[in-house]
């Protein structure tokens, strides 16, 4: 019975995998080698399955690699694909600085408060994350509450709206949290007699700081980073809602190209795209993980 269960908890998960990432990915895989057509669906070769096996080698002899190959000459795509990994890395950077001060700050406060203090850095994911995002439409459109406090203030109106700022802005402030609890779960676990041992040994506080503290929290920075990083470059909603046309992210091509173009092959091609390009740091986060729970 034990053996059986077993079996049974490891078949559950690779069933999982199987049917919601592998064979999903295997359509995505098939439609980026495929050609796009005036047609329902709009690609072919389309699979006959009265053929039967035939149909369906037949269907993939067909396949080929053009589509990927009209990516690398399309400025569009490379700028597209560059800008994601810039802004997402932009952000990732900025979280970093304002994530890890947090952590910090809450791993130091007294144990009665941490509990609050992390349920306020969680508190914004009991919001609907669309309406988070269209409340910063309302405060950084032209006559929204920004320019209406600076105003107040008599300081000049800021354009903030439909350009990269407020891009950087709507990522920063959504993955916060993905920075910061990682951060504090390994800076709240630190042994305090560390610090406590190299004060004693004539470090100042800043010392044992960058000796001791840091370098023992870079997994949790490494895990919050990665975690920030791989959502980010195929976002969609914040830049579409919050940049302008001119701000390009992979996330916007791969929407306009599957509803608005039709051409379910491009949009195809631009995911595996993506997702090649993610998997160094999907493996970097799942050795991270491996290790922290060693």
Not at 38 to 51: E, F, G, H, K, Q
Not at 280 to 293: D, F, Y
Request: glycine share 6%.
């Amino acid at each position: 019975m034990r053996r059986s269960g077993s079996s049974l908890a490891a078949l559950l998960p690779l069933l999982w995998l199987a049917v919601f990432f592998a064979f999903p990915f295997m359509l995505v895989a098939k439609l980026s080698l495929s050609d796009a057509a005036l047609a329902m669906p709009p690609y072919t070769p389309r699979i006959d399955w009265s053929l039967g096996l035939a149909g369906l080698r037949a269907s993939f002899s067909d396949l080929d690699g053009e589509t990927y190959t009209r990516l690398t000459k399309d400025g569009l795509y490379i700028a597209a694909y560059l800008s994601s990994l810039r802004l997402a890395g932009i952000g990732t950077a900025i979280l970093l600085l304002i994530g890890y001060p947090i952590a910090y700050g809450i791993s130091r406060c007294p144990p009665s408060l941490r509990l609050a203090l992390v349920m306020a850095v969680i508190l914004p994911f009991w919001t609907s994350f669309l309406i988070r995002i269209y409340a910063w439409i309302a405060i950084l459109k032209p006559a929204g509450v920004l320019n209406t406090a600076l105003h107040a203030l008599g300081l000049p109106a800021v354009d903030i709206l439909n350009t990269e700022t407020a891009v950087l802005l709507g990522l920063v402030y959504a993955y916060l949290p993905f920075m910061v609890l990682p951060l504090y779960a390994v800076l709240e676990r630190q042994d305090d007699r560390l610090i406590e041992a190299a004060q004693d040994l004539g470090a100042t506080p800043l010392s044992a700081f960058w000796r001791i503290t840091f370098p023992l929290s870079l997994p949790g920075a490494a895990a919050g980073a990665l975690l920030c990083f791989i959502p980010m470059a195929g976002e969609f909603v914040i830049p579409d809602l919050l940049g302008g046309s001119e701000t390009l992210m992979l996330g916007r091509v791969i929407w306009t190209e599957f509803f608005a173009n039709r051409d379910w092959p491009a949009a195809s091609a631009v995911a595996i795209v993506l997702l090649a390009t993610l998997v160094i740091p999907i493996l970097v986060l799942e050795r991270q993980q491996a290790r922290v729970l060693r």
